[in-house]
């Protein structure tokens, strides 16, 4: 297995602009993760998905921020309008079970400007 | 959540084997001791767990205190591709909210060769 896949690995976009992550997990693992990555703050639990059911949506930072997971193989974290304050490193990782070792993705840079 | 308290940074020698400390006094008897490490540039990465007992695996050992108030995790012999940010994490068996990982600072292993 290829591990799991996130695309772009860097995105500069302009203030207001709707940017979208996208991530492929690794095949057979229930669970996915998206985690935001700053210098300021470290590495955070943005979201979690059991079987593509958003279970904890709790670290979302508002409105603007949303995920969804249409199928087994496929999330998306959507920022719409970004901000500058939303640069950071995303970080999409996938677990056999929620429980278990999760494998990160090499992560998408995001550059708001 | 229990809190872990690692040295901000550690150096090593190339080849000579490497003693990562965490202390966790407030660990609970349910917690499992976690470490990730995350390289340069890349998502964070599975290292090793443990419970109770020592364990080893291909990467590094873990020497756990038998009051479980501290642990340490040892790379045997350290290479240049073992620089990286090393994380000690407590977390929960199975269930309930015990799917995050909860990441600190960790500590930044310089490798000299």
């Known amino acids: 297995d290829a591990g799991v896949i996130q695309s772009p690995r860097h995105e500069v976009t302009e203030m207001g602009q709707e940017v979208t992550l996208r991530c492929k997990p690794i095949?057979?693992?229930?669970?996915l993760f998206w985690y935001r990555q700053t210098m300021m703050r470290g590495l955070e639990l943005l979201i979690y998905?059991?079987?593509?059911?958003?279970?904890?949506d709790s670290g979302m930072p508002e409105d603007r921020f949303s995920a969804k997971m249409p199928n087994a193989s496929f999330s998306t974290l959507k920022i719409q309008p970004s901000e500058p304050r939303d640069s950071a490193v995303y970080f999409c990782?996938?677990?056999?079970?929620?429980?278990?070792?999760?494998?990160f993705g090499q992560g998408t840079r995001l550059t708001v400007v | 959540d229990a809190k872990t308290t690692q040295p901000n940074s550690m150096e090593s020698n190339e080849e000579e084997p490497v003693h990562l400390p965490c202390n966790h006094s407030?660990?609970?008897?349910?917690?499992?001791i976690h470490w990730y490490r995350q390289l340069p540039s890349q998502g964070p990465e599975y290292v090793i767990h443990?419970?109770?007992s020592n364990v080893n695996n291909r990467m590094a050992s873990l020497a756990i205190a038998e009051d479980r108030k501290s642990s340490t995790l040892i790379l045997h012999r350290a290479t240049l591709r073992d620089a990286a940010v090393y994380y000690c994490?407590?977390?929960?068996?199975?269930?309930?909210?015990?799917?995050?990982?909860?990441f600190g600072k960790g500590t930044l292993l310089t490798v000299n060769p």
């Open positions: 990782a996938s677990s056999f079970t929620g429980y278990t070792e999760a494998f």
């Open positions: 095949s057979g693992h229930n669970s």
């Open positions: 998905f059991n079987n593509n059911v958003p279970i904890d």
């Open positions: 407030t660990i609970s008897g349910t917690d499992y």
């Open positions: 443990g419970l109770t």
């Open positions: 994490i407590l977390r929960g068996g199975s269930g309930g909210s015990n799917y995050k990982l909860t």
